[in-house]
């Protein structure tokens, strides 16, 4: 929020050249949107993105969001299995074990990337 208040400041100030600032503080959940609708939609249902697709075996983003620890399981999904198999995070992640079958070409994201999904993910309705 205090970004926002200076880049508002600035825009007065400077005719509107730092106006790039705000919006670029409020992308975290586009952000997240848009690796969730490239990468994740390929295994798990997503509301408001494809309803009828994913892969029936695989929890839906909203079924997870029935869980007690899905922010924590979104944090750290990677890990989870079959996760290491097709998702690398750069500086984080050792390189894919050749023991591990790849089903598609890896993914490889950053930790911003997980953040972001987590951010996206938060928007999302909590089943009723």
Known sequence: ?????????????????????????DTAVERGLKVVREHCTRCHVV??????GGIGSTPSFSAMK??????????????????????RIEGVSEPRSDALPAFS????L??????????FVKTLKTPE
């Open 105 to 108: 070409k890896e993914i490889i």
């Open 66 to 87: 029935w869980l007690d620890d899905w922010a924590y399981r979104f944090e750290i999904f990677y890990i989870l299995p079959p996760h290491p198999s097709l998702v």
């Open 1 to 25: 929020m205090r970004l926002f208040g200076q880049s508002i400041i600035a825009a007065a100030l400077f005719g509107g050249a730092f106006i790039g600032l705000a919006a670029k503080a």
């Open 47 to 52: 509301p408001g993105i494809n309803p009828y």
């Open 110 to 119: 950053t930790l911003e990337d997980v953040d972001d999904i987590l951010a």
